[in-house]
């Protein structure tokens, strides 16, 4: 079994050894001696260890996980050597596969993304590129997705922001429930049931374009068919195709600044 090494135990790492644990991993899990409290927490709950030094996880794990903070990302690389036994995984959204082999000398680099779901073993594990071993760890913490060219892994990225999204469109939606007098238990139960009612008829029609199915409901003179017309009127759909523009635009300009 490969020894895992965490260079940078944040809210996004801790999340993932929790779901490799649960997911069965009993491979070694070495972490860096920062951000004491969380660190503390997996060595305690999840048989991790702490070294003493980024470089002592390095020398002890094969497959190093990284996710600093982007300010702290330039101090850990210079604080590491990194060999042609190890091979990179990065979770930091933006930094590409180029801005890892300036920064640690290697080409054995491996982006992913993914969302707090990986604590739970239901994420969508996105990866650049497809890696055969990369993809063996990782499978545990939720469905696989190998996007060749990295590109696209920018787009990945955009969809993992409107995972963080959703949750705010969530908390609005349950909030009018029971304001209008409905316990916020079961108000959280119903958008979360309506949320995952849609979720699960889309995987079960993959042949159809969610368009299609969403016109197939909200047909004319419905209810559902009135709350869409007030959407539209707003123009609310086109908002969110702007937040994606605008990360997608961050996400390309800081590759340009970077070359």
């Given at each position: ?6 260079l ?5 790492t801790?999340?993932?050894v929790r779901?490799?644990r ?6 070694p ?9 969380q660190?503390a ?5 999840f ?5 003493e030094?980024n470089?002592?996880?390095v020398?002890a794990a094969?497959?190093?996980l990284l996710?600093?903070?982007?300010e702290?990302?330039?101090s850990l ?8 036994q ?9 930094v590409s596969?180029?801005d890892?082999?300036?920064?640690f ?12 779901a990986?604590?739970?073993?239901d994420?969508?594990v996105?990866l650049?590129?497809?890696?055969a071993?990369v993809e063996?760890?990782?499978s ?8 060749e060219?990295?590109s ?7 969809a ?10 969530l908390?609005?939606?349950?909030r009018?429930v ?9 108000s959280?139960?119903?958008i979360l049931?309506?949320l995952?009612?849609?979720?699960e ?7 159809r374009p969610f ?11 419905t209810?559902?068919?009135l ?10 759909n ?11 635009d961050?996400l390309?300009?800081?590759?340009l600044?970077a070359?």
């Amino acid at each position: 079994m490969k020894a895992i090494g965490v260079l940078g135990v944040g809210a996004l790492t801790e999340k993932v050894v929790r779901g490799l644990r649960r997911g069965g991993r009993r491979a070694p899990i070495y972490l860096i001696p920062h951000n004491s409290h969380q660190a503390a927490s997996l060595a305690r709950d999840f048989d991790c260890e702490i070294l003493e030094s980024n470089q002592a996880v390095v020398e002890a794990a094969q497959v190093l996980l990284l996710g600093v903070r982007p300010e702290n990302l330039k101090s850990l690389a210079l604080s590491v050597d990194l060999g042609p036994q190890h091979w990179l995984v990065s979770f930091m959204a933006g930094v590409s596969h180029r801005d890892l082999l300036r920064l640690f000398g290697t080409d054995r680099t491996i982006r992913s993304m993914l969302s707090y779901a990986a604590e739970t073993n239901d994420a969508t594990v996105v990866l650049n590129p497809s890696n055969a071993k990369v993809e063996k760890l990782l499978s545990s913490l939720g469905t696989l997705l190998a996007l060749e060219h990295e590109s696209h892994f920018e787009l990945a990225t955009v969809a993992s922001c409107v995972n963080g999204w959703f949750y705010f469109l969530l908390h609005d939606l349950q909030r009018w429930v029971a304001d209008k007098g409905l316990e916020p238990e079961q108000s959280r139960a119903l958008i979360l049931g309506s949320l995952s009612d849609c979720v699960e008829y889309a995987k079960a029609n993959q042949h159809r374009p969610f368009a299609e199915i969403g016109r197939s409901i909200t047909t004319a003179e419905t209810f559902s068919s009135l709350g869409l017309e007030m959407i539209g009127l707003h123009q609310s759909n086109a908002i969110w195709g702007a937040a994606c523009d605008i990360v997608l635009d961050a996400l390309i300009e800081r590759h340009l600044r970077a070359d």
